[in-house]
Nanobody
Framework: QVQLVESGGGLVQAAASLRLSCAAS????????MGWFRQAPGKEREFVAT????????YYADSVKGRFTISRDNAKNTVYLQMNSLKPEDTAVYYC?????????????????WGQGTQVTVSS
């Protein structure tokens, strides 16, 4: 069982940066692939980024590629999402997710555990 707690969200102006953190419980964090998803009001939850268990492999949605960076610190049981050059369309609740496998892709159903989410609001 893995519990995930996101933090770091907030209200920022366009072009600003934020770093989200996701702290995971459990001794097996380092064996899980981790992902970030987001859900804007009235829209479906969508994939943002994913990282392999080792941190070597990452993959991003086209909408955030070049602006967002996913990373992890297995010693701290934490995964991060560095968000730069934020746009109003990045406004959403951001969710951290864990998959009980070394690599997971873009599908929601590939992930086994979810955090409660953290709100990111970008004003123009």
């Amino acid at each position: 069982q893995v519990q995930l707690v996101e933090s770091g969200g907030g209200l920022v102006q366009a072009a600003a940066s934020l770093r989200l953190s996701c702290a995971a419980s459990g001794r097996t964090f380092s064996s899980y692939a981790m992902g970030w998803f987001r859900q804007a009001p009235g829209k479906e939850r969508e994939f943002v980024a994913t990282i392999s268990w080792s941190g070597v492999t990452t993959y991003y949605a086209d909408s955030v590629k070049g602006r967002f960076t996913i990373s992890r610190d297995n010693a701290k049981n934490t995964v991060y999402l560095q968000m730069n050059s934020l746009k109003p369309e990045d406004t959403a609740v951001y969710y951290c997710a864990a998959a009980a496998t070394h690599w997971a892709g873009t599908g929601l159903d590939e992930y086994d555990y979810w955090g409660q989410g953290t709100q990111v609001t970008v004003s123009s």
